[in-house]
């Protein structure tokens, strides 16, 4: 089941959202004037969850509802359908943009047309049918993003204050770290896992050192607390366990 932590002033994370393989983290954050969330999960149900519970904080119509999606997995994007309901803008970096927009055989249907049937297949098991995937899933609805960036792009919410959307690549190509300077919270997608192996099955050796020169700029913020995309909220000394876990990988191949 979901729990809302209350990381700092009017900011928020969201643990153990569904994973099929354990749980996955969303946050938000509210302002005068607009709600900004940070991933969407990966159910229809906690994509609803979690604009109920900022909409509750915020406690009136905000002028705007913006989501930041961290990477394209499916976990971190299949609630996406929920927010755009609401009217959301929803901001990514541009590899995002194209992998969603990415045809695929047999039909060279785009990747949005075809992710939710691609992951119902990867994630039924003897244990969990392919209907139970479906039901839990819901009815995902993926759309481009309406707004895209390639490298770090400042993102003003409120006066002078901004969250800032660093291009951090390892776990992915186009994997984001969104870190809010006022409340020194990182929100860190799959740049950081908490406590676990990281996921590095998307890559390599190449891949691998440039996690780590992501990593080693995150370092140099001054942060309080970081959700991360998977485990605990966790403080800036799981960065360099993470950069550890890399190097050790690293000196294997």
């Not at 979901?2 to 153990?16: D, F, I, M, S």
């Not at 990747?111 to 819901?138: C, H, N, P, W």
């Not at 776990?171 to 990182?186: A, D, K, M, N």
């Not at 990281?198 to 370092?219: M, V």
Request: charged share 25%.
């Amino acid at each position: 089941m979901a729990k809302l932590h209350h990381l700092a002033e009017n900011v928020y994370g969201v643990t153990n959202l569904f994973h099929p393989a354990g749980s996955v983290n969303a946050g938000f954050l509210i302002t005068e004037e607009f709600i900004v969330h940070v991933d969407a999960g990966m159910t229809v149900n906690e994509g609803e969850y979690l604009v109920k519970t900022s909409t509750e904080k915020f406690g009136k119509k905000p002028k705007e509802i913006w989501l930041v999606l961290t990477h394209n997995h499916s976990d971190h994007i299949f609630g996406m359908g929920v927010f755009k309901k609401v009217d959301a803008k929803v901001i990514a970096h541009k590899w995002v943009h194209d992998f969603l927009l990415h045809r695929t055989l047999p039909f060279f249907r785009p990747v949005k047309d075809t992710y939710k049937a691609f992951i119902v297949k990867m994630t039924t098991t003897k244990t969990r049918s392919r209907k139970q995937v479906e039901e839990i899933l819901g009815d995902v609805k993926l759309s481009l993003p309406d707004e895209i960036f390639e490298e770090d792009f400042s993102l003003k919410i409120d006066g002078e204050d901004s969250l800032e959307l660093i291009h951090t690549p390892g776990h992915v190509p186009g994997e984001i770290s969104v870190y809010h300077p006022t409340s020194q919270t990182l929100f860190a997608g799959d740049t950081i896992y908490e406590g676990m192996p990281l996921t590095t099955r998307f890559g390599g050796p190449k891949q691998w050192k440039q996690w780590i020169k992501s990593l080693e700029r995150l370092q140099q913020l001054g942060i309080r607390k970081i959700l991360p995309g998977h485990g605990n909220i966790c403080d800036k000394e799981e960065i360099q366990r993470n950069i550890e876990y890399l190097e050790r990988l690293l000196a294997k191949h």
